[in-house]
């Protein structure tokens, strides 16, 4: 009797540790703004978005190639979301949304995602994660595909896909 609830026990726990570690988030690349009624409105600053994607695109620029952010099957298995920068009222996280693929992208790409690039537009910021505004929001990283970095033979090597990542815009912590 003890053996079968023991094996019965371990069957449980087996398929609970699956279902855990599958991505079952719902959250899409879509840009989507924290607005009313279907958001939670973040209250950031628009300077300090403006800081975290300087910043963010800096640091990207440190090293020749540009510093990639990646996250992968084994080390973020369960739409695990990673602070990438604080500043103000800002916490920019970058979020796996896909636990099946290795996604690794360009800090650069980040930054631009999330301003819509470093001399952009009152257009292209709108259709970036500034254009939320106050609001914060999400959105999958918008990656240069043409940047040979998304080629080289350790990116593929590694099986890495720009694809599965989405920055989010949130309040940050006080």
Request: one cysteine or more.
């Amino acid at each position: 009797m003890f053996s079968s609830l023991l094996a019965s026990a371990a069957a449980i726990i087996l398929l609970a540790s699956h279902v855990v570690s599958d991505c079952v988030d719902v959250e899409t690349p879509v840009l989507t703004c924290y607005t009313e009624p279907d958001g939670v409105p973040q209250d950031v600053s628009v300077a300090d978005i403006t800081y975290v994607a300087a910043y963010l695109r800096a640091y990207g620029a440190q090293t020749k190639a540009g510093r990639q952010f990646t996250q992968t099957v084994d080390n973020a298995p369960d739409c695990a979301e990673w602070t990438l920068y604080q500043h103000g009222t800002v916490l920019a996280l970058g979020k796996h949304i896909d636990s099946a693929v290795n996604s690794s992208v360009l800090f650069a790409d980040i930054a631009n995602t999330i301003d819509g690039g470093a001399n952009a537009t009152p257009e292209q910021q709108l259709e970036a994660i500034i254009g939320c505004a106050t609001n914060g929001g999400s959105f999958g990283v918008v990656y240069n595909a043409t940047n040979p970095q998304y080629n080289t033979a350790a990116y593929l090597a590694n099986n890495y896909t720009p694809e599965g990542i989405v920055i989010k815009i949130v309040t940050a912590p006080v």
